[in-house]
């Protein structure tokens, strides 16, 4: 599986690691609709840690598509929130 | 729906704006590298812009600096000409200077990490569009062969998510060094106009904290320099 950190660029991870992200992906939902702003923060850092440390960087050479997208380090509370009001991180 | 696939949508929609209007195919990898290299070109210039910036904040941070000697050397001379409410004053400026110093030291922080990352990013993209030169001239090569426009819409999908995550990450650079130059001038202006104390950002409790803060070390400075002036 091929995750892309926006900004880092991409890494392999093992299929079977995907639940880990998942769970993460689950609490930063609610973190973000619930208005909990600092463990957001937390969940988002530890999210990225996650996968640089259970992942290979994939090398620049390869053109690959990726079948995760994680948000960059410093999304902060607010732009996380516009992601999910559909207004995009950035408009245009 | 989960937050990384509202993610993957934000990336999309980028990508589709990208690979926007090519109908040949042929055509597509010719219009992608050429955008490819646009973009290069606007990476370097966002690293060379998160660069002005950082040193805008360096100088400024040299000019606040100048700024607490300077009050620092008023303070005392107001001390020993009696004037305990002029040094208080002049402390007064002082503390704030110093608070204003260390959000300036964040920001510093933030942009050279900023620039760090933007320029690692103009490396990687590099390698891919040089990769995908080479790819493209064999997919041309090749394109009778029925994988031909398989690979080609791989490749131009592959390159076009790097695209969009690069691009991204220009825009919010270009977006935060535009706030901190903003900032930046309207601390040039309070510096100018000498009314430093300004305790903005945060709610009232925040306000009153950092007044409270404040008072207390030009307390602490104001008792230091009486004790020093002893000896």
Known sequence: MIIRILGEGQFRLDDSLVQKIN???????????KGKKTEYVQDLANLISTIKELAEPVDPVEILPSDIIIPPSDLSFEEARKVFCDEGLIKG | MGFLDRMSTVVQAKMNKIMDRIEDPRETLDVSYE????????????????????KRLDLQK???QLNLDKLDGQAREALQAGREDLARRALENKASIQAQMATLDQQIADLAEQQRKLMEAESRLATKVEAFRTKKETIKAQYSAADAQV?????????????????????????KTENMRARSAALDEL?????????????????????????????????KMKEEMKK
């Open chain 2, 35 to 54: 955008k490819q290299l646009q973009l290069l070109q606007n990476v370097k210039r966002g690293v060379a812009e998160v660069a002005t910036s950082k």
């Open chain 2, 151 to 175: 690979k080609i819409t791989e490749s131009v999908t592959g390159i076009s998510e790097e695209m969009a995550d690069v691009g991204m990450a220009v825009q919010r650079a270009e977006e």
């Open chain 2, 62 to 64: 040299a000019k606040l």
């Open chain 1, 23 to 33: 769970k993460i992906d689950n609490q930063i939902v609610d973190h973000v609709s």
């Open chain 2, 191 to 223: 510096l100018e106009s000498g009314t430093l104390t300004d305790y903005s950002g945060g709610d009232d409790l925040d306000r009153e904290l950092a007044k409270v803060k404040a008072q207390s070390s030009v307390n602490d400075m104001l008792a």
